[in-house]
């Protein structure tokens, strides 16, 4: 997760969180793409009328973009969308605005992307354990030092859950973020039986895995949720 202090970083991770190009957003504000750019860097500051143009267009709390105060979107969306009898409707949880400092997941927008997953499929993942679909979100992986396990491209069916979190499935995969200035990570995750710390390794060959240590409270890593499927979403 990036940082979101500034009112350009918040524009930009919206721009990114809506897959959208500089040219795109400015062509919906009627400014040109030089003013996104001096927005997001913070060479200008960010209008308060088109803070209130984004909140109108996109759903986007002006407040949230001004001053970062308050929810970030207007209105909470429902958490479980049932599209038909075949499947049920999972978001796509954004890499900028997926999760809050304190690492709890924020709900996408209602217009935000998802798929339907067949519940046949939910019903499997059921087998380990509750999967709620309220707390269910796809993930697309862009980590190369997961793969061959994890391809390049491939989306991952994450559990925000607190009991999919905690404690923690020995070599199960888990999203980590190491810091609340870097965005979250892929990794399977060890019990050592010796120590008690855990062990974050990646497939990559010769790499050494990452030691993270409960007890040590003076590191601010944290786990964000657990892998429950990974696969192909065909379009």
Request: charged fraction near 20%; aromatic fraction near 6%; charge should be negative.
């Amino acid at each position: 997760m990036g940082n979101l202090d500034t009112p350009g970083a918040r524009l930009k991770a919206l721009r990114t969180d809506r897959g959208m190009t500089g040219l795109a957003l400015a062509e919906s504000l009627d400014v040109t793409k030089s003013t996104i750019s001096y927005w997001e860097a913070g060479r200008t500051e960010l209008p308060w009328a088109i803070c209130l143009a984004l909140e109108g267009l996109y759903g986007i709390s002006s407040r949230w973009l001004a001053a970062g105060e308050g929810p970030m979107w207007l209105a909470a969306p429902q958490r479980l969308q049932v599209p038909s009898e075949g499947g049920v409707r999972i978001p796509f949880l954004s890499r900028a605005l997926g999760f809050t400092p304190a690492g709890e997941v924020v709900l996408p927008h209602p217009d935000s992307p998802g798929v339907s997953l067949p519940i046949v499929l939910l019903s499997e993942i059921q087998g380990e354990g509750p999967a709620i679909p309220g707390d269910l979100f796809l993930w697309r992986s862009e980590d190369e030092e997961m793969a061959p396990l994890i391809p390049l491209g491939s989306w991952v069916l994450l559990d925000v859950s607190r009991d999919a979190r905690d404690p923690i499935k020995d070599h199960g995969i888990y999203l980590l973020r190491l810091a609340t200035s870097q965005d979250p990570i892929l990794r399977r995750v060890a019990l050592d039986p010796l120590s008690g710390d855990l062990l974050a390794a990646s497939d990559a060959p010769g790499r050494v895995p990452l030691r993270l240590q409960p007890r040590n409270k003076k590191e601010n890593w944290m786990v964000l949720a657990r892998a429950r499927w990974v696969g192909h979403i065909l379009p």
